[in-house]
């Protein structure tokens, strides 16, 4: 997307305890792409890494936000990252998705260096939703999801029936055909958020960035959109990344979970092995007990106290 203006056991995580991936075993690992052990969603044999970043640092004016970071994303998996406020999350989305240009290091989309493609090209690679997104006066559902396929037009290809498909399966995907002649400024904020994953979700791209998309839903919403982004990535091999604060969700429906503070990544890997109490300790300063949530296997946290 081109940017617009402006679920316990009482047993603790160690080593000892299988994440529930590993109920389901998988093929040999393929190629270097940091795929964690035991995945439920085995993706393809040869498949290349899409996105990277090589020691990437980001900021804003004199301000250095992001710090050096290597991340390779894996490809055809869903990449969570979490952190505290202010550690870097959003930013570091920013600079995979072009919005912000590296002080230092590089983005790579294909092997290539994400600043020196055509924004079109990118556009059709690359989809990005942002946090709090302006709207545009007056634009109703249908016309905000039609945006999301004008990297695919050009001067000898006009709107097609591809085009009508695929703005169809978005707005049917996010529950909003009834809403399609609304005024996207009238609608409410979680329906609004809806609207633009739609969007997003009509661009079809390889590679979906998705920055806090379940901010201003009710939790059955949430499940929905997460729900939605998992499916598309089982079903058509796309590549997520996505920022959540929710740790609970980001345990749930990650591949890969990067946890940050500080600009930098402290810990990568399956949810089982990131989200144990010298982490959460590391990078959100509170002792925690970790549990197993016993229907998804997934890590569950229950806070004890902020340490100082």
């Not at 035991?38 to 004199?62: C, K, W």
């Not at 202010?86 to 983005?107: D, E, M, N, Q, Y």
Request: with cysteine.
């Amino acid at each position: 997307m081109t940017p617009t203006p402006t679920p316990p056991t009482t047993a603790n995580v160690g080593e000892d305890l299988r994440p529930a991936d590993d109920l389901h075993p998988r093929p040999a690992d393929v190629g270097e792409d940091l795929r964690p052990a035991g995945d439920l969603h085995p993706r393809p044999a040869g498949a290349a890494l899409r996105l990277r970043a090589d020691a990437v640092s980001l900021g804003y004016d004199g301000r250095l936000v992001v710090d050096g970071v290597t991340l390779a994303v894996p490809t055809g998996r869903t990449t969570v990252v979490v952190g505290p406020n202010g550690c870097g999350k959003s930013t570091l989305l920013r600079g995979l998705g072009r919005l912000l240009k590296p002080r230092g290091g590089a983005v790579l989309l294909d092997g290539d260096e994400i600043g020196s493609l055509p924004t079109k090209e990118v556009a059709r690679r690359v989809g990005l939703l942002p946090q709090q997104p302006v709207v545009p006066e007056g634009v109703t559902v249908l016309e905000l999801v039609q945006r999301g396929r004008h990297p695919h037009q050009g001067l000898f290809r006009s709107w097609s029936r591809a085009d009508e498909e695929a703005v169809a399966a978005a707005l049917e995907r996010t529950e909003l055909v009834a809403l399609a002649a609304v005024p996207v400024d009238s609608l409410s904020g979680g329906q609004r958020q809806r609207v633009w994953l739609a969007m997003v979700l009509a661009q079809a791209t390889p590679v979906l960035l998705l920055d806090e998309p379940t901010s201003f839903l009710d939790i059955a919403h949430q499940l929905d959109v997460l729900d939605l982004v998992r499916r598309l990535c089982d079903e058509s091999g796309a590549t997520v990344v996505m920022v959540l604060h929710d740790l609970a969700m980001a345990a749930r429906y990650a591949d890969h979970l990067v946890a940050m503070r500080d600009g930098r990544v402290v810990a990568e890997g399956s949810p089982a092995q990131v989200v144990t109490p010298a982490v959460l300790e590391e990078v959100f300063g509170v002792a925690a007990t970790v549990l197993v949530d016993p229907a998804s296997g997934a890590p569950v946290v229950i806070p004890r106290r902020r340490i100082p």
